[in-house]
Protein backbone atom coordinates (compact mmCIF):
# COMPACT_ATOMS: atom_id res chain seq x y z
CA UNK A 1 0.00 0.00 0.00
CA UNK A 2 1.15 3.20 -1.22
CA UNK A 3 1.33 5.95 1.46
CA UNK A 4 2.34 8.47 -0.93
CA UNK A 5 -0.63 7.98 -3.15
CA UNK A 6 -3.34 8.31 0.14
CA UNK A 7 -1.38 11.71 0.36
CA UNK A 8 -1.50 12.70 -2.54
CA UNK A 9 -5.72 12.05 -2.78
CA UNK A 10 -6.54 13.43 0.60
CA UNK A 11 -7.68 17.02 0.74
CA UNK A 12 -4.78 18.61 2.32
CA UNK A 13 -7.16 19.72 5.35
CA UNK A 14 -7.29 16.23 6.15
CA UNK A 15 -3.98 15.23 6.25
CA UNK A 16 -3.39 17.92 9.46
CA UNK A 17 -6.77 16.43 11.13
CA UNK A 18 -7.28 14.60 14.29
CA UNK A 19 -9.70 12.16 14.59
CA UNK A 20 -11.80 12.71 17.79
CA UNK A 21 -10.57 10.98 20.65
CA UNK A 22 -12.49 8.49 23.08
CA UNK A 23 -10.91 6.73 26.03
CA UNK A 24 -11.32 3.18 26.87
CA UNK A 25 -13.67 2.83 29.77
CA UNK A 26 -13.18 -0.89 30.30
CA UNK A 27 -13.55 -1.87 33.64
CA UNK A 28 -14.01 2.03 34.66
CA UNK A 29 -16.59 3.99 36.14
CA UNK A 30 -17.74 5.93 33.17
CA UNK A 31 -18.09 9.76 34.27
CA UNK A 32 -16.91 11.19 30.89
CA UNK A 33 -19.49 11.77 28.33
CA UNK A 34 -22.86 12.61 29.56
CA UNK A 35 -24.32 9.78 28.94
CA UNK A 36 -27.52 9.18 31.46
CA UNK A 37 -26.24 6.82 34.23
CA UNK A 38 -29.55 4.75 34.05
CA UNK A 39 -29.97 2.06 32.44
CA UNK A 40 -33.46 1.16 30.57
CA UNK A 41 -35.53 -0.50 33.63
CA UNK A 42 -35.90 -4.43 33.43
CA UNK A 43 -39.28 -3.85 33.83
CA UNK A 44 -39.61 -1.84 30.37
CA UNK A 45 -37.12 -4.32 28.59
CA UNK A 46 -39.29 -6.98 27.68
CA UNK A 47 -41.76 -4.25 26.35
CA UNK A 48 -39.00 -2.43 24.39
CA UNK A 49 -37.66 -6.35 22.97
CA UNK A 50 -41.03 -6.78 21.63
CA UNK A 51 -41.10 -3.53 19.66
CA UNK A 52 -37.73 -3.98 17.69
CA UNK A 53 -39.02 -7.42 17.24
CA UNK A 54 -41.64 -6.23 14.95
CA UNK A 55 -39.11 -4.07 13.25
CA UNK A 56 -38.87 -5.74 9.33
CA UNK A 57 -35.04 -5.80 9.19
CA UNK A 58 -35.30 -7.04 5.23
CA UNK A 59 -36.39 -3.93 4.62
CA UNK A 60 -35.16 0.08 4.50
CA UNK A 61 -35.72 1.91 7.48
CA UNK A 62 -38.90 4.35 6.99
CA UNK A 63 -36.64 7.65 5.26
CA UNK A 64 -38.71 10.10 6.41
CA UNK A 65 -39.55 8.31 10.35
CA UNK A 66 -42.78 9.85 10.20
CA UNK A 67 -44.25 8.12 13.56
CA UNK A 68 -41.11 9.51 15.25
CA UNK A 69 -41.50 13.22 14.06
CA UNK A 70 -45.34 12.77 14.80
CA UNK A 71 -44.21 11.12 18.48
CA UNK A 72 -41.26 14.25 18.71
CA UNK A 73 -44.17 17.11 17.90
CA UNK A 74 -45.96 16.56 20.85
CA UNK A 75 -43.41 15.89 22.53
CA UNK A 76 -41.75 19.56 21.67
CA UNK A 77 -45.21 21.11 21.42
CA UNK A 78 -44.83 21.90 17.64
CA UNK A 79 -47.69 22.02 15.20
CA UNK A 80 -48.63 19.28 12.66
CA UNK A 81 -46.95 21.32 10.08
CA UNK A 82 -44.08 21.74 11.42
CA UNK A 83 -40.73 20.30 9.83
CA UNK A 84 -38.31 18.31 11.82
CA UNK A 85 -34.60 17.15 10.45
CA UNK A 86 -33.49 14.32 12.04
CA UNK A 87 -30.14 13.01 12.45
CA UNK A 88 -27.94 10.47 13.41
CA UNK A 89 -26.91 12.22 17.04
CA UNK A 90 -26.48 15.71 16.45
CA UNK A 91 -23.28 14.83 15.41
CA UNK A 92 -24.43 14.52 11.95
CA UNK A 93 -26.99 17.53 12.01
CA UNK A 94 -23.91 19.74 13.01
CA UNK A 95 -22.06 18.20 9.62
CA UNK A 96 -25.58 18.42 7.11
CA UNK A 97 -25.54 22.08 8.04
CA UNK A 98 -21.85 22.64 7.45
CA UNK A 99 -22.49 20.83 4.04
CA UNK A 100 -25.68 22.79 2.84
CA UNK A 101 -23.60 25.82 3.22
CA UNK A 102 -20.15 25.07 2.49
CA UNK A 103 -20.02 27.51 -0.44
CA UNK A 104 -16.63 28.70 -1.88
CA UNK A 105 -15.16 30.89 1.51
CA UNK A 106 -18.05 30.31 3.56
CA UNK A 107 -16.45 30.46 7.24
CA UNK A 108 -17.71 29.06 10.64
CA UNK A 109 -17.63 30.98 14.08
CA UNK A 110 -18.18 29.92 17.31
CA UNK A 111 -17.11 31.34 21.21
CA UNK A 112 -14.48 28.53 22.39
CA UNK A 113 -13.83 26.62 24.73
CA UNK A 114 -16.97 25.07 23.23
CA UNK A 115 -17.92 21.46 21.44
CA UNK A 116 -15.30 20.25 19.91
CA UNK A 117 -17.60 18.59 17.19
CA UNK A 118 -18.32 22.07 15.17
CA UNK A 119 -14.26 22.91 14.90
CA UNK A 120 -14.17 19.07 13.49
CA UNK A 121 -16.55 18.88 11.26
CA UNK A 122 -15.79 22.36 9.52
CA UNK A 123 -12.39 21.27 9.05
CA UNK A 124 -13.35 18.05 7.19
CA UNK A 125 -15.07 20.05 5.39
CA UNK A 126 -12.18 22.52 4.60
CA UNK A 127 -14.13 25.00 6.02
CA UNK A 128 -12.13 28.25 7.57
CA UNK A 129 -13.08 28.05 11.21
CA UNK A 130 -12.83 30.70 13.69
CA UNK A 131 -13.11 30.48 17.64
CA UNK A 132 -13.46 33.51 19.78
CA UNK A 133 -12.85 32.97 23.54
CA UNK A 134 -15.28 33.06 26.17
CA UNK A 135 -14.76 35.09 29.16
CA UNK A 136 -11.94 33.22 31.22
CA UNK A 137 -13.44 33.91 34.96
CA UNK A 138 -16.99 32.38 34.06
CA UNK A 139 -16.94 31.56 30.77
CA UNK A 140 -19.78 34.58 29.73
CA UNK A 141 -20.24 35.29 26.14
CA UNK A 142 -17.61 38.08 25.05
CA UNK A 143 -20.49 39.61 22.79
CA UNK A 144 -18.36 42.63 22.00
CA UNK A 145 -15.72 40.30 20.44
CA UNK A 146 -18.22 38.37 19.04
CA UNK A 147 -19.65 40.96 17.49
CA UNK A 148 -16.20 42.01 16.14
CA UNK A 149 -15.81 38.88 14.96
CA UNK A 150 -18.80 38.48 13.04
CA UNK A 151 -17.87 41.72 10.64
CA UNK A 152 -14.37 40.59 10.44
CA UNK A 153 -15.49 37.31 8.89
CA UNK A 154 -18.83 37.42 7.41
CA UNK A 155 -19.60 33.92 9.10
CA UNK A 156 -22.17 31.57 7.16
CA UNK A 157 -22.64 29.63 10.10
CA UNK A 158 -22.27 30.39 14.03
CA UNK A 159 -23.02 27.47 16.25
CA UNK A 160 -23.65 28.40 20.29
CA UNK A 161 -24.04 25.39 22.62
CA UNK A 162 -26.31 26.55 25.33
CA UNK A 163 -25.99 25.09 27.99
CA UNK A 164 -22.61 24.92 26.48
CA UNK A 165 -20.19 21.90 26.87
CA UNK A 166 -18.16 21.84 28.84
CA UNK A 167 -18.86 25.23 30.50
CA UNK A 168 -22.33 24.09 31.82
CA UNK A 169 -23.67 27.78 31.59
CA UNK A 170 -26.06 29.10 29.92
CA UNK A 171 -26.80 32.26 26.44
CA UNK A 172 -29.53 34.58 27.43
CA UNK A 173 -31.93 35.32 24.70
CA UNK A 174 -31.01 38.67 24.76
CA UNK A 175 -27.61 37.62 23.23
CA UNK A 176 -29.60 35.17 21.14
CA UNK A 177 -31.24 37.78 19.34
CA UNK A 178 -28.17 40.38 19.29
CA UNK A 179 -25.74 37.65 17.77
CA UNK A 180 -29.03 36.39 14.96
CA UNK A 181 -29.21 40.49 14.21
CA UNK A 182 -25.70 40.67 13.38
CA UNK A 183 -25.15 37.60 11.81
CA UNK A 184 -25.11 37.37 7.96
CA UNK A 185 -25.62 33.86 8.02
CA UNK A 186 -27.29 30.63 9.95
CA UNK A 187 -27.00 30.71 14.00
CA UNK A 188 -27.22 26.98 15.32
CA UNK A 189 -28.77 27.18 19.08
CA UNK A 190 -27.71 23.90 20.35
CA UNK A 191 -29.67 23.07 23.22
CA UNK A 192 -28.48 19.04 23.56
CA UNK A 193 -28.58 19.99 27.75
CA UNK A 194 -31.74 21.84 27.62
CA UNK A 195 -33.81 18.75 29.36
CA UNK A 196 -31.38 19.59 32.58
CA UNK A 197 -32.33 23.30 32.55
CA UNK A 198 -36.20 22.57 32.21
CA UNK A 199 -36.33 25.12 29.33
CA UNK A 200 -35.93 25.61 25.40
CA UNK A 201 -35.92 29.20 23.17
CA UNK A 202 -36.88 27.08 20.36
CA UNK A 203 -39.96 29.32 20.35
CA UNK A 204 -37.40 32.34 19.40
CA UNK A 205 -37.25 30.50 15.79
CA UNK A 206 -40.50 31.96 14.62
CA UNK A 207 -39.17 35.69 14.94
CA UNK A 208 -35.41 35.12 14.45
CA UNK A 209 -35.57 34.38 10.88
CA UNK A 210 -31.84 32.96 10.72
CA UNK A 211 -32.36 30.95 13.88
CA UNK A 212 -32.50 27.09 14.27
CA UNK A 213 -32.77 25.03 17.39
CA UNK A 214 -31.02 21.80 17.69
CA UNK A 215 -31.89 19.11 20.52
CA UNK A 216 -30.47 15.15 21.05
CA UNK A 217 -32.10 11.88 22.54
CA UNK A 218 -28.53 11.33 23.78
CA UNK A 219 -27.77 12.87 26.87
CA UNK A 220 -31.46 11.34 28.67
CA UNK A 221 -30.74 8.03 27.65
CA UNK A 222 -30.31 7.35 23.90
CA UNK A 223 -26.72 7.85 23.27
CA UNK A 224 -26.66 4.59 21.78
CA UNK A 225 -29.16 5.03 19.63
CA UNK A 226 -28.23 8.20 17.82
CA UNK A 227 -31.43 10.67 17.35
CA UNK A 228 -30.70 14.36 17.01
CA UNK A 229 -33.20 16.68 15.60
CA UNK A 230 -33.42 20.18 14.47
CA UNK A 231 -36.30 22.80 14.12
CA UNK A 232 -36.97 25.79 12.50
CA UNK A 233 -38.06 27.51 10.16
CA UNK A 234 -38.30 24.86 7.02
CA UNK A 235 -36.43 27.57 4.10
CA UNK A 236 -33.25 26.37 6.52
CA UNK A 237 -34.65 22.86 7.22
CA UNK A 238 -35.18 21.73 3.43
CA UNK A 239 -32.25 22.35 1.56
CA UNK A 240 -31.09 19.99 4.59
CA UNK A 241 -33.76 16.94 3.70
CA UNK A 242 -31.82 17.38 0.43
CA UNK A 243 -27.91 16.92 1.84
CA UNK A 244 -29.31 14.28 4.01
CA UNK A 245 -28.74 10.42 3.10
CA UNK A 246 -32.27 9.19 2.71
CA UNK A 247 -31.75 6.40 5.32
CA UNK A 248 -29.62 7.77 7.81
CA UNK A 249 -32.16 6.95 10.78
CA UNK A 250 -32.28 3.30 11.07
CA UNK A 251 -35.09 1.23 11.91
CA UNK A 252 -33.87 0.21 15.18
CA UNK A 253 -33.44 3.57 16.71
CA UNK A 254 -36.70 5.22 15.35
CA UNK A 255 -38.53 2.70 17.00
CA UNK A 256 -36.56 2.89 20.26
CA UNK A 257 -36.77 6.52 20.47
CA UNK A 258 -40.70 6.44 20.09
CA UNK A 259 -40.59 3.62 22.87
CA UNK A 260 -38.53 6.25 24.96
CA UNK A 261 -41.13 9.11 23.92
CA UNK A 262 -43.82 6.84 25.22
CA UNK A 263 -42.34 6.24 28.88
CA UNK A 264 -41.18 9.51 28.73
CA UNK A 265 -42.10 9.95 32.28
CA UNK A 266 -39.68 8.07 33.47
CA UNK A 267 -37.06 9.96 31.99
CA UNK A 268 -37.95 12.84 32.97
CA UNK A 269 -37.30 11.66 37.01
CA UNK A 270 -34.50 10.54 35.90
CA UNK A 271 -33.26 14.00 34.97
CA UNK A 272 -34.93 15.46 37.90
CA UNK A 273 -32.59 12.52 40.04
CA UNK A 274 -29.37 13.55 37.63
CA UNK A 275 -30.51 17.52 39.10
CA UNK A 276 -30.20 17.11 42.07
CA UNK A 277 -27.18 14.89 42.15
CA UNK A 278 -25.79 17.83 40.60
CA UNK A 279 -26.45 20.23 42.93
CA UNK A 280 -25.05 17.82 45.81
CA UNK A 281 -21.71 17.26 44.21
CA UNK A 282 -21.67 20.76 43.20
CA UNK A 283 -21.79 21.70 46.98
CA UNK A 284 -18.93 18.92 48.16
CA UNK A 285 -16.79 19.56 45.37
CA UNK A 286 -17.36 24.02 46.27
CA UNK A 287 -15.99 22.73 49.86
CA UNK A 288 -13.25 21.02 48.81
CA UNK A 289 -9.98 22.99 49.14
CA UNK A 290 -7.68 23.03 45.91
CA UNK A 291 -10.27 23.02 43.54
CA UNK A 292 -12.93 25.43 41.50
CA UNK A 293 -15.95 24.43 40.10
CA UNK A 294 -18.17 26.71 37.75
CA UNK A 295 -21.67 26.27 38.34
CA UNK A 296 -23.55 24.08 35.94
CA UNK A 297 -27.07 23.67 34.39
CA UNK A 298 -26.62 20.28 32.93
CA UNK A 299 -25.70 16.89 34.12
CA UNK A 300 -21.84 17.83 34.19
CA UNK A 301 -19.61 20.09 36.08
CA UNK A 302 -16.29 21.68 35.01
CA UNK A 303 -13.71 21.37 37.75
CA UNK A 304 -10.35 23.21 37.94
CA UNK A 305 -7.11 21.75 40.18
CA UNK A 306 -5.44 24.16 41.96
CA UNK A 307 -3.12 22.20 43.62
CA UNK A 308 -1.65 19.91 41.33
CA UNK A 309 -1.69 19.21 37.61
CA UNK A 310 -4.88 18.38 36.23
CA UNK A 311 -3.44 15.72 33.99
CA UNK A 312 -2.35 13.93 36.96
CA UNK A 313 -5.06 14.32 38.92
CA UNK A 314 -6.92 12.45 35.69
CA UNK A 315 -4.61 9.58 35.89
CA UNK A 316 -5.41 9.31 40.12
CA UNK A 317 -9.02 9.07 39.38
CA UNK A 318 -8.33 6.66 36.70
CA UNK A 319 -6.28 4.93 38.58
CA UNK A 320 -8.85 4.77 41.61
CA UNK A 321 -11.33 3.19 38.63
CA UNK A 322 -13.18 6.51 37.48
CA UNK A 323 -13.28 7.60 34.07
CA UNK A 324 -13.77 11.80 33.61
CA UNK A 325 -12.73 13.71 30.83
CA UNK A 326 -9.03 15.08 30.74
CA UNK A 327 -9.04 19.12 29.24
CA UNK A 328 -6.08 20.41 29.61
CA UNK A 329 -4.50 21.20 26.59
CA UNK A 330 -8.16 21.60 24.88
CA UNK A 331 -7.95 25.02 24.90
CA UNK A 332 -6.20 27.78 26.56
CA UNK A 333 -9.07 28.87 28.86
CA UNK A 334 -9.28 25.24 30.11
CA UNK A 335 -5.75 24.70 31.90
CA UNK A 336 -5.93 22.17 34.74
CA UNK A 337 -9.19 21.35 33.80
CA UNK A 338 -11.51 18.50 34.34
CA UNK A 339 -14.93 17.74 33.22
CA UNK A 340 -17.32 15.06 35.41
CA UNK A 341 -20.32 13.81 33.85
CA UNK A 342 -23.32 12.33 36.59
CA UNK A 343 -23.09 9.30 37.53
CA UNK A 344 -25.37 6.91 39.72
CA UNK A 345 -25.19 8.28 43.42
CA UNK A 346 -22.53 5.86 44.30
CA UNK A 347 -20.79 6.60 41.65
CA UNK A 348 -20.66 10.41 42.27
CA UNK A 349 -19.99 9.86 45.58
CA UNK A 350 -17.07 6.81 44.45
CA UNK A 351 -15.50 9.87 42.45
CA UNK A 352 -16.10 12.58 45.61
CA UNK A 353 -13.88 10.05 47.73
CA UNK A 354 -11.28 9.26 45.11
CA UNK A 355 -11.08 13.33 44.32
CA UNK A 356 -10.75 13.80 47.75
CA UNK A 357 -7.64 11.58 48.89
CA UNK A 358 -6.18 12.75 45.55
CA UNK A 359 -6.00 16.48 46.10
C1 LIG B 1 -23.05 15.67 23.42
C2 LIG B 1 -23.28 16.86 22.59
C3 LIG B 1 -23.80 16.74 21.31
C4 LIG B 1 -23.82 15.39 20.63
O1 LIG B 1 -25.04 14.88 20.57
P1 LIG B 1 -25.36 13.55 19.74
O2 LIG B 1 -26.81 13.76 19.46
O3 LIG B 1 -25.08 12.41 20.64
O4 LIG B 1 -24.54 13.54 18.49
C5 LIG B 1 -24.11 17.88 20.61
N1 LIG B 1 -23.87 19.10 21.13
C6 LIG B 1 -23.35 19.25 22.35
C7 LIG B 1 -23.10 20.62 22.88
C8 LIG B 1 -23.03 18.13 23.11
O5 LIG B 1 -22.44 18.30 24.30
Not at 86 to 92: K, P, R, T, Y
Not at 285 to 305: A, E, I, Q
Not at 330 to 345: D, F, I, T, W, Y
Request: hydrophobic share 45%; with cysteine; glycine share 6%.
Amino acid sequence: MSNSRVERLLAPWLQALQQYHVEDAAGLIKMDAMENPYPLPEALRPQWLQALARVELNRYPDPHAQELKTRLRAHLGLSAESQIVLGNGSDELIHLLLMALNRTGASVLCPEPTFAVYRLAAQALGMSYHGVPLVASDFALDLAAMLAAIERHQPALLFLASPNNPTGNTISLDEIRTLCRAMPGLVVLDEAYCRFVGQSLLAATSDLDNLVVMQTLSKTGLAGARVGMLMGDAAWLEPLERVRMPYNINSLSQVTACFALEHDALFQRQVDDIRRERDQLFAALSDLPGLKVWPSKTNFLLLRVLSRAGPEVFRALRDGGVLVKNLHGAHALLENCLRVSLGLPQENARFLSVLRSTL
